[in-house]
């Protein structure tokens, strides 16, 4: 009787056991890597594209060795990756485009400068 409730246990446990989940859970971690890239993220936000990547890899592996939790945490952290490396090269573009003003603004001072004089604000 303790065998049969056992092999009742297992069969049950077997049976409650993740399903693999389909390869289109990939496809919005994909879809956010491929957002990164069109952003600049290879240039302006490498290190963030380069954890969404291994993320994505990671859950590849995951699901592999089923361990479909693991693939689900490492898909949504890769996502998380690919928006930061979104704004972060979001940021880094105004920022070059404000430093890029700036210095227009102090090319433009000092000529007006040179032509009335020091006393010109």
């Known amino acids: 009787m303790a065998r049969f409730i056992v092999l009742l246990s ?3 446990l077997v049976g409650c056991a993740a399903q693999p989940p ?3 859970i990939f496809e919005s971690a994909e879809r956010a890597i491929a957002a990164a890239e069109q952003a600049g993220a290879e240039e302006l936000s490498p290190v963030e594209l380069r954890f969404a990547r291994e993320r994505l890899q990671l859950a590849r592996t995951a699901v592999e060795n089923r361990k ?12 998380i990756n690919s928006e930061l490396a979104i704004e972060q090269s979001r940021t880094a573009r105004e920022r070059r485009r404000l430093n890029e003003l700036r210095r227009s603004n102090e090319e433009l001072q000092q000529e007006l400068t040179g032509i009335y004089g020091e006393d010109f604000e």
């Open 10 to 12: 297992f069969a049950l």
């Open 22 to 24: 389909g390869p289109e």
């Open 68 to 79: 479909y939790d693991a693939a689900l945490f490492a898909i949504e952290q890769s996502e």
